[in-house]
């Protein structure tokens, strides 16, 4: 338990937190792939939101034709103003396209559909589907801030499970990267990025503004990407961070697709792209030099504190995937960054459209095979 604020403000629950807050004023977007329906997790987030009765949830869904169905019957058994986007609708890769948009599908372009969309309402609402610790409080809590004159909120918490600690990118990646940089360039920016106690959230809020003005990475850099906008957007003024407690994930292996290297490939792209256009000049090879030894020191102070706690812990793991995520400290390539939707001409009512007729159709195609 502590009490610590940062740069910017730091709301924390102290044991039971249940803050007033417009709900019904907010669109809860929840990115949704084809595999992860129907899952324990995705199913008590649900429930939750069902309880919470927000204006409305938005589930960006990334799936096959063949799935939409009966994910869209799943939704609709749930008792909340609930929509399915169905981001990979052909018709909205089409419409995309005839707007200059040629970005490859994933969890970060399917919040930025529903971003859109959901920005209609004054607030809006992100977060995963992937926790079996979701609680009804995490919304209030996330929107909390906005309803108070703050632009931006991001939720933070321990990844701590069956007595081990989880959260690998963003303890053994994310964290010592950043404080080399703290401490080699003194930057406002990086100085933001470091004031937050889990960058790598999926948990957010942003007012409708604020939505409308981010630039949302493709990928897995959805979350640090973010910051980048956020920062000119709100700064440290207009940003808040708010404790969601102990969140237990699913867990990912380091090797393989949509593993901790890939993902970090992607993070190490994303965060380098929005550094260098903050104006940072980086020696890469110097960086991952000083990453390499501050990492190694994390893993010994986290050893330490798993071993105060009892827990069990792979010292060498730890230290041969810090090894591992070091790989991904090279310039960028390319910017995968969508455009701010303020600054498109493309109508988000458009994208709903397109997806409404999507569904109706894969909807109807079905209802004919079973007659």
């Known amino acids: 338990m502590e009490y610590t604020q940062e740069r910017f403000a730091t709301f924390h629950d102290y044991g039971d937190a249940q803050p ?4 019904d004023e907010a669109t809860v977007v929840v990115p949704l792939a084809e595999r992860d329906h129907a899952s324990p997790a995705a199913n008590r987030a649900m429930e ?10 938005l589930i960006a869904l990334r799936a ?20 399915v986007l169905w981001c990979t609708a052909p018709a909205i890769k089409t419409a995309l396209e005839a707007n200059g948009i040629d970005s490859a599908a994933g969890k970060g372009r399917d919040v930025w559909l529903a971003v859109g ?6 607030y809006v609402v992100v977060h995963d589907a992937d926790a079996t610790t979701y609680d009804t409080a995490h919304v209030p809590k996330l929107l909390f801030p906005l309803a108070n004159g703050y632009d931006f909120a991001k939720g933070y918490y321990a990844r701590v499970e069956n007595q081990q600690l989880y959260g690998r990118l963003f303890r053994l990646f994310y964290t010592p990267l950043v404080q080399v940089l703290e401490a080699e360039h003194h930057h406002p920016f990086v100085s933001y990025l470091d ?34 906008d956020t920062f000119d957007i709100a700064g440290f003024e207009g940003t808040a961070q708010v404790d969601l407690g ?10 393989g697709s949509g593993g901790l290297g890939q993902m970090c490939a992607e993070v190490g792209e994303t965060l380098f792209t929005v550094l260098e256009e903050q104006g940072l000049e980086l020696d890469y ?4 030099s000083q990453y390499h030894d501050r990492a190694d020191q994390i893993v010994e102070q986290y050893a330490g504190d798993a071993a105060f706690n009892g827990f069990a812990f792979d010292e060498q793991r730890e230290h041969d995937q810090a090894a591992t995520y070091a790989e991904a400290i090279t310039p960028p390539t390319t910017d995968d960054r969508l455009p701010a939707w303020q600054e498109i001409a493309l109508d988000p009512a458009e994208i709903e459209e397109h997806s409404a007729a999507a569904i109706d159709r894969v909807t109807a195609d079905r209802v004919a095979e079973r007659d």
Not at 20 to 23: Q, T
Not at 48 to 57: F, S, T, Y
Not at 210 to 218: D, F, G, H, I
């Open 195 to 228: 004031s937050f106690r889990y960058a790598l959230a999926g948990e957010f809020a942003m007012t409708a503004e604020t939505a409308q003005s981010v630039r949302s990475p493709s990928g897995w850099g959805l979350e640090v990407g973010t910051l980048g």
């Open 48 to 57: 939750k939101l069902e309880a919470v009765d927000p204006g409305r949830v």
């Open 246 to 255: 102990i969140h237990k994930h699913e867990h990912r292996s380091v090797e």
């Open 64 to 83: 096959d034709s063949d799935a939409v169905s009966r994910i869209v019957e799943w939704v609709d058994s749930f008792e909340f103003d609930g929509t």
């Open 117 to 122: 969309v959901a920005s209609k309402s004054e």
């Open 20 to 23: 007033p807050a417009p709900v």
């Open 285 to 288: 090879d110097r960086l991952r």
